[in-house]
């Protein structure tokens, strides 16, 4: 029902009842029910004027009156923040926010919308429709890099000491500790037999021989010692070059005395405590070393290039079996798992509260942004919207109210004032 239209019928109505009543006075005198049909008339229609003028004072000019009318329109700006402000701290204050977030359990809510809401058939079928897009534009160089990053870190993260002591414990109980000795020294062999070997060689003999002579009288000498052939950098580095090969070929005796000793150390090794063993951080230093100096980029993009070549043609439907396959494992996984669940949702209420603290002034923001794009008509509508029917039943009632107060004022003034009062005040005054 539109008050507002009822509310004007009414005052109409009353307009009209006392327009009769002044006809009716015209005609009729000194009728009393006339007299008080008037009376009451008149107090209801002066109360709902009175009562129209007000509540359309709040919003526009009545009558093109225009001082302190318009309340609204004229302090416009302030209304808007004070409504900004109201639902901010008010409506939706942070703690109530958190209150309402932390009666609603997340995880039934997405559980039952995968399960029972079509929210597994909607999650496939966007998979299916868009995922050879998102392969196609997958850019290899990124993915590569991206790949090439992780790799690293992960294997910084991980400690090869105790990898290394795994190694060597399986090789141990396995009896494949000799094999791998073995294969170690032969791999040795093959490096030294290079010719980069010799020369290295020769460069650090030469280099020592520069260090310690320093002096005048020390050069001449190996000067001296060089042309007699009793000092030869070369020769030096043939023996040492021979000396190595013969000490690694020896050493692959299991009963050289250095072979056992590496043996025997290997076992102390494997009963050793990792914070025990005094080269385990040279290892560590040692792998990040290699880590730095290993180049995977070419080999990472290659291989980003083939995978997404191949699960973007043929693979492609097996890829996405093989992750509906896995999801399905998981996601059963999870709703047997209330420890999870719980952990699940503790992190989606944490993210949630973390993103209200940080965001909340937002609300009100928003709110006065989109307040402040209304006209004054369609602010002053928002306002009667927001304000119900209260308002236009206070016109209503400024009819009734304006009738009642009329006749009991008629009655008062008419059976007991003028009767009682008025004679007492003549007589006072004329007695004088």
Known sequence: MNYKNMANKILAFVFSLFLLSI??????????????FYTVMEAALVGGIADWFAITAIFKKPLGFSWHTALIPRHRDRVILAIGDMVEQDLLSVKSIKQRVDKVCFVELIID????????????????????????????????GYLETFIKTKIREVKITPLFKELMKWGLEQEKDEYLLIVILDELIARIQRPDTRMAIYQYVEDLKQTNTKSLL???LVWIGEQTNSMNVSDVTDALYEELLNILQEMKNPEHILHK????RLREIVNQPDHEIPWADEMEHWKAAVVERVELTEMVIHLTKNFIEKISTSAHAHLLDWIYSQAD???????????MQHWLETRIKQAIFDL??????????????????????DFNRFIEDKAGDDLQWIRING????????LIMFIFLHYFYDQNV???LQSWVYGR
Not at 29 to 35: F, G, Y
Not at 126 to 143: A, G, M, T, V
Request: with cysteine; net charge negative; glycine share 6%.
């Open 218 to 220: 020390e050069k001449t």
């Open 113 to 144: 919308w995968i399960d029972h809401q079509g929210g597994r058939q909607l999650l496939r079928s966007l998979l299916d429709k868009h995922s050879r897009d998102i392969i196609r534009n997958l850019d290899p160089l990124l993915l590569s």
């Open 399 to 406: 009819c009734v109210v304006g009738a009642v107060v009329g």
């Open 329 to 339: 494992q998981h996601w059963a996984g999870l709703k047997s798992d209330y420890e």
């Open 261 to 264: 000793w590496i043996h025997e």
């Open 422 to 424: 008025v004679p007492i």
């Open 356 to 377: 209200v603290e940080k965001e909340h002034y937002l609300i009100g923001t928003v709110v006065q942004e989109v307040l402040s794009t209304f006209t004054d008509e």
């Open 23 to 36: 006809v009716l006075r015209y005609v009729y005198r000194d009728v009393v029910a006339i007299e008080m």
